[in-house]
């Protein structure tokens, strides 16, 4: 079983950062692949990023790519999703997820945690 906390996001300037963190209680933490989501009001959950156990393995959406960067530090049960270069459709409410399986995926239907969501919000 894993627990999953967001933390980190806020009201930002676009061409501003943040970075989210997934805080994770639970003893398979360190054996799960991790992966953050968004949902945009009137809009379905979209993939954004994800990454293997052992961090070895990252995916980005088309969206993000070159923008937003992965991580996760298995010491500390705590992912991380930096966002650089925010701009206005990145105004969303993030989850962080996790999955039984170690390898990274990109469908949000194969995780088995959520975390409760955190609203980041880009000004243009």
């Known amino acids: 079983q894993v627990q999953l906390v967001e933390s980190g996001g806020g009201l930002v300037q676009a061409g501003g950062s943040l970075r989210l963190s997934c805080a994770a209680s639970g003893r398979t933490f360190s054996t799960s692949a991790m992966g953050w989501f968004r949902q945009a009001p009137g809009k379905e959950r979209e993939f954004v990023a994800t990454?293997?156990?052992?961090?070895?393995?990252?995916y980005y959406a088309d969206s993000v790519k070159g923008r937003f960067t992965i991580s996760r530090d298995n010491a500390k049960r705590t992912g991380y999703l930096q966002m650089d270069g925010l701009k206005a459709e990145d105004t969303a409410v993030y989850y962080c997820?996790?999955?039984?399986?170690?390898?990274?995926?990109?469908?949000?239907?194969?995780?088995?945690?959520w975390g409760q969501g955190t609203q980041v919000t880009v000004s243009s």
């Open positions: 990454i293997s156990w052992n961090g070895v393995n990252t």
């Open positions: 997820a996790a999955r039984n399986t170690g390898g990274a995926g990109t469908r949000s239907s194969t995780y088995d945690y």
